[in-house]
């Protein structure tokens, strides 16, 4: 057995165990055909993946406060892992309560080019001008603090 069919069969096996054929398959640029692993494996880089993304570019800038938060009754309401929106928490999630949900933003000044993604609001009794940011444990928000900063607003 050459390595391409070694190669092919661990992805053929690793797919059935994760239920994930093709998502696998494009993952690792195997050939994917109905479902079923073509036995040639494409080790090489992808064009498609390899084509870079047009720039995100910014419609506005805005100054802005900027803490943090977790997902604590303390700090939340009572589905503390559900945002406003209706998804989970997860890393990138903002809470601001002047954009619309979906609104793509970057805090250049703290995070260079990460893209944040406003799905949660804040209590009603914080600024429009007011941007809180999701952490996975309540100690490292503590740890982030309150800070200035201008916030980019990124063309949807």
């Known amino acids: 057995m050459n390595i391409n069919m070694s190669i092919a069969k661990t992805i053929k096996t690793a797919a059935k165990l994760l239920n994930t054929p093709v998502l696998i398959g494009i993952m690792l640029g195997v050939s994917v055909i109905g479902g079923a692993f073509s036995p040639t494996v494409n080790i090489g880089p992808s064009p498609e993946l390899n084509t870079p993304l047009p720039a995100e570019k910014a419609v506005k800038t805005i100054k802005v406060i900027v803490t943090a938060y977790s997902s604590t009754p303390d700090q939340t309401d009572d589905t503390p892992f559900i945002t406003a929106s209706g998804k989970y928490v997860r890393d990138g999630i903002v809470a601001n309560n002047m954009l619309p949900m979906g609104t793509k933003i970057k805090i250049p000044e703290l995070y260079g ?44």
């Open 113 to 156: 080019e990460k893209i944040f993604v406003v799905e949660d609001r804040m209590n009603r009794r914080k600024s429009n001008y007011h941007v809180d940011i999701w952490f996975p444990e309540k100690q490292l928000a503590v740890n982030f603090g309150v800070k200035t900063a201008e916030i980019e607003v990124i063309e949807n």
